[in-house]
């Protein structure tokens, strides 16, 4: 072997940044390093979007061979590297969502919603947007030359449900929906789409509800119960939402079921020392772990192609099209309501939760300063936490009966 | 509102069921992309709402029990 070769070999990484290939792996650092920048200096989900933009930037490093499989590959990427450890162990079996629903049920507290039952129609009106942008990634996937080959309906299908999916608001159920029909491929940009936008919802959701509603409507006031909640109803509820849901969409299950699990621990009171292990532990390990294996998912490659601008533009419509949803859907219930209900509400149905419950209490202050709907936004923003599931498990067990698989 | 349950309720247990019914039909199997994507929004919709309900009629159920 002569000097330029042995030279080559050494610096393989340099060379590698001067070709095509090289070239994709800075923009992916760019994209990466705009992710960090969010996370750190804008505060917009820095728990997930930091260890993606990581995640990012290992999976685009130059390949390295693998001595033993012959395997070119980023080494964090290749078949022991730790990213494609994790992916399999967490991620291709459902695993890290799941834990991560035991851990948002441990934090989530269902007795402003027991209260006041009625605000749980918002949280399946707000799924509105999931199925709008279903349909319209039906019209629009089979337009993108080169995407799908032609005639694969099932695969349109299968892309469109998770990108709709997007719309839920909820990270966990996105990738669920996504794995479950095994898009590994696109695994990147949705659930980039889908966690930004979540930690977007400051932005996207008021100027909607504002076109939506008249000064009027956002300051209607609402009577909050100061009821009280028993200790059995509190026991009880996720028991019995596992089953009911367990029996009418037996594909929800296991998000249900592990959310329901996480409240269940938070609620009976014996059990406070895993509770706050679900809260806190539980959920930073997970957190850690399911970011940076998604951003290993954003190889150039893969994510560098008009489908990952469609499907950030689709997300985004999805997110508006939910907010619109749940606004629309309660303007309709005044019609047959005494007492109205302050439109904004319907907006706090899809599943960010706390934030967008946060973000309408805050928008009601803003136009009546003694105006307080936090209560009654948290109760329609805990149902968008079930009915974000239920639409999950609904898109996943008629997609599946339509194409067969 | 409870006469709206009264009403949607039955409509949607068989709007669902329907849904479902046509989805296992062979006749589906070649239907247009759009067509599936109506029976996927329809029955979605649908469902979301039905189990949601069951959910609030759970609650009502439970607050009447324990009072």
Redesign the interface.
Known sequence: MDIQAILTELFSGVVYLFSMAGVKSLVMFIIAGVLIYLAIKKDYEPTLLLPIGFGCILANLPPAIDALTGISAPSALGDSGFLSVLFNAGIANELFPVLIFIAVGAMIDFSPLLKDPSMIFFGAAAQFGIFMTFLLSLVLLPLIPGLIAEGDSDMVMKLASAIGIIGAADGPTTLFVANHFQLKDYMGPISVAAYSYMALVPVIQPPVIKALTTRKERMIRMDYQEARCSKTTLILFPIIVTIVAGIIVPMSAPLVGSLMFGNLIRECGVLERLSKTAQNELANLVTIVLGITIGGTMVADKFLNPTTLLILALGLFAFVFDTAGGVLFAKFLNIFRKKKVNPMIGAAGISAFPMSSRVIAKMALKEDPSNFILMQSTSANVSGQLGSIVAGGMVITLVSMLIGG | ?K??ISILLPLMLVGTAF??EA??TSS??GAS??T??????A???L??????????L???L??KV?K
């Open positions: 509102m006469k709206l849904a479902e989805a296992v589906l199997a992309l759009l599936k994507g109506l029976i996927v929004t029955g979605g919709l469902g979301v709402f039905l189990v949601l309900i069951l959910f609030f759970t609650i009502k439970m607050q324990l």
